[in-house]
Nanobody
């Protein structure tokens, strides 16, 4: 069955870095555009970054210049490198393909000031 498993979150100080991973199974990963989303307490889930099948990327204005999305098709994995983290980046982070796949459990990112 289709499964997305996010990992790499944690507690980090403001200005720090984290690298998130999302391993996909049960799909032909290389044909999917993938994206990272996040949901902070009391807020709606929002799009953070997207990468197409051929590697084109786009980002939410709030993370441009700080976050980088990438993918490794042979490993069925999409990554999110997060630098210069801010307290407002605190959220549960998820990967998906425009919400067309079953959501994983997400990975918690907490940035302390």
């Amino acid at each position: 069955q289709v499964q997305l498993v996010e990992s790499g979150g944690g507690l980090v100080q403001s200005g720090g870095s984290l690298r998130l991973s999302c391993a996909a199974s049960g799909i032909t990963f290389r044909i999917y555009g993938m994206a990272w989303y996040r949901q902070a307490p009391g807020k709606q889930r929002e799009l953070v970054a997207r990468i197409t099948r051929i590697g084109s990327t786009n980002y939410a204005d709030s993370v441009k210049g700080r976050f980088t999305i990438s993918r490794d098709n042979p490993k069925n994995t999409v990554y999110l490198q997060m630098n210069s983290l801010k307290p407002e980046d605190t959220a549960v982070y998820y990967c998906n393909s425009d919400g067309t796949l079953p959501w994983g459990q997400g990975t918690q990112v907490t940035v302390s000031s």
